[in-house]
């Protein structure tokens, strides 16, 4: 597996990293929450992570709520010194899927991985990458919009309108652009149609309809939430 390894005790994550690719792993090491992060969203092609709670600059606990909120379903697994029952729930519900307590053996750790790769790899998986504004958030895998945790049923046109929108959150798309980037290659539209079926999407999404900003004279804004 391609994995990265958060891990400030750089004695720990050279032992890891040398224990890993005798595996036949492929390691990248951080020592710090922050280029752990931006590894773990950037990087193409990681499989996993193992990330310590312990770090000098962000908690692994906030890099993990990070990365579920950027819609990554990064399989990641926890170590921790702290074997107390309420930090095991909180670096749950911070989005890990798994947790290891210090110290740990290496074959534990390794079956522990593998578990997760079987895991993620068997469909058993946290709802894809989402584009969240306010109330209203957008599941690209399968498709659904929910707006206070309920469904709204859209149609091919809208759901794509509105995928535009929450995909650029606060700038402002000119009816010219949604009309690219909505409307199948070819179809010819006027732009009124973009108006339309902004009131559509507005229509079906009730008071978070609001979220879509008219920008006079331009086009339409995703309300930055
Ligand atoms: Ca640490």
Not at 27 to 35: I, N, Q, R
Request: charged share 30%.
């Amino acid at each position: 597996m391609h994995l990265l390894v958060v891990e400030d005790d750089r004695k720990l994550g050279r032992l890891l990293r040398r224990m890993l690719e005798d595996d036949r792993h492929v390691v990248e090491l951080a020592t710090d929450g922050k280029s752990g992060l931006e590894i773990a969203l950037d990087a193409q092609g990681i499989e996993a992570m193992i990330l310590d709670l312990g770090l000098p600059d962000m908690s692994g606990l906030e890099v993990a709520r990070e990365v579920r909120e950027a819609g990554s379903e990064l399989p990641i697994l926890v170590l921790t010194a702290r074997d107390t029952v309420g930090d095991r729930v909180t670096g749950l519900d911070a989005g890990a899927d798994d947790y290891l307590v210090k110290p740990f053996a290496y074959q534990e750790l390794a079956a522990r991985l593998r578990a997760l790769s079987r895991r993620s790899s068997s469909g058993l998986k946290r709802p894809g990458p989402r584009l969240i504004s306010g109330p209203i958030a957008l599941d690209e895998s399968t498709r659904r919009v929910m707006v206070d945790g309920l469904a709204v049923d859209l149609t091919p046109r809208e759901f794509a309108l509105l995928e535009c929108l929450l995909r650029h959150p606060g700038q402002v798309m000119s009816r010219d652009q949604l009309l690219d980037q909505a409307w199948p290659y070819g179809v010819t539209v006027t732009l009124n149609a973009v108006d339309a079926y902004v009131h559509y999407l507005r229509d079906k999404l009730g008071a978070a309809g609001g979220h879509i900003e008219t920008v006079r004279g331009v086009g339409y804004r995703m309300a930055a939430s």
